[in-house]
């Protein structure tokens, strides 16, 4: 099952590669997927993300921040993945934040904490996609209990904006950047500036 990861901005791409490593590594037949590297240079970014998200079974992880929930770009691609799969599969993931900060658009949608009880909870959901091809709930469980670490330490190592202590103690420092001068830099110096489109554009694509 391809996992699509929305992210804007150098903390949430930081959490979207977190979890690209690291979901695979708890349900093998997941493949995540994000625009930062799976775009060959020069490709069309809708017709690639639609083409991927088209597949059965599919779903999308939006990477939210205190600082990006409002960025059009990222409102575009979640209403863009909304209009391709089931909306319950397409899963905002909270870091730094909890649900009862989440605004805009994105309130819609079934908001995670990144936190240990709720990706559990996010996990069971892929893993329940799968049917036939899905883990047994206790191998999942053991899966999870072991692998939750390693996706701990790599969020505690991320600098998060007003954190809730949703996913550790430790105090973050993070200089707030506008979510409209986040670029995108992928292989091959390809980059995405000024991803932040028109409010338009997200409206229309919800």
């Given at each position: 099952?391809?996992v699509?990861?929305?992210?804007?901005?150098?903390?949430?791409?930081?959490?979207?590669?977190?979890?690209?490593?690291?979901?695979?590594?708890?349900?093998?037949?997941?493949?995540?997927?994000?625009?930062?590297?799976?775009?060959?240079?020069?490709?069309?970014?809708?017709?690639?993300?639609?083409t991927?998200?088209?597949?059965?079974g599919?779903?999308?992880?939006?990477?939210?921040?205190?600082?990006?929930?409002?960025?059009?770009w990222?409102?575009?691609?979640?209403?863009?993945m909304?209009?391709?799969?089931?909306?319950?599969?397409?899963?905002?993931?909270?870091?730094?934040?909890?649900?009862?900060?989440?605004?805009?658009?994105?309130?819609?949608?079934?908001?995670?904490?990144?936190?240990?009880?709720?990706?559990?909870?996010?996990?069971?959901?892929?893993?329940?996609?799968?049917?036939?091809?899905?883990?047994?709930?206790?191998?999942?469980?053991?899966?999870?209990?072991?692998?939750?670490?390693?996706l701990?330490?790599?969020?505690?190592?991320?600098?998060?904006?007003?954190?809730?202590?949703?996913?550790?103690?430790?105090k973050?420092?993070?200089?707030?950047?506008?979510?409209?001068?986040?670029?995108?830099?992928?292989?091959?110096?390809?980059?995405?500036?000024?991803r932040?489109?028109?409010p338009?554009?997200?409206?229309?694509?919800?």
């Amino acid at each position: 099952m391809k996992v699509f990861l929305s992210w804007s901005g150098d903390v949430s791409k930081s959490v979207a590669e977190s979890l690209r490593d690291w979901l695979p590594t708890i349900i093998q037949t997941v493949e995540p997927w994000m625009s930062s590297e799976d775009i060959d240079k020069g490709a069309f970014w809708s017709s690639n993300v639609a083409t991927t998200l088209g597949e059965a079974g599919a779903a999308g992880i939006v990477c939210v921040t205190p600082d990006n929930q409002a960025a059009a770009w990222l409102n575009f691609e979640a209403g863009a993945m909304i209009r391709t799969v089931e909306k319950s599969m397409v899963c905002p993931y909270l870091f730094g934040m909890k649900k009862s900060d989440l605004q805009g658009p994105l309130v819609q949608l079934q908001a995670t904490e990144a936190n240990k009880d709720e990706t559990l909870r996010l996990i069971s959901t892929l893993n329940r996609a799968l049917k036939d091809k899905a883990l047994g709930e206790k191998t999942l469980n053991i899966a999870f209990e072991r692998g939750w670490p390693d996706l701990h330490s790599m969020l505690n190592a991320i600098p998060a904006a007003n954190p809730h202590e949703s996913v550790g103690t430790n105090k973050w420092g993070y200089a707030r950047r506008d979510p409209g001068d986040s670029q995108r830099t992928g292989k091959g110096d390809r980059k995405f500036e000024h991803r932040d489109r028109s409010p338009v554009a997200t409206l229309a694509a919800w």
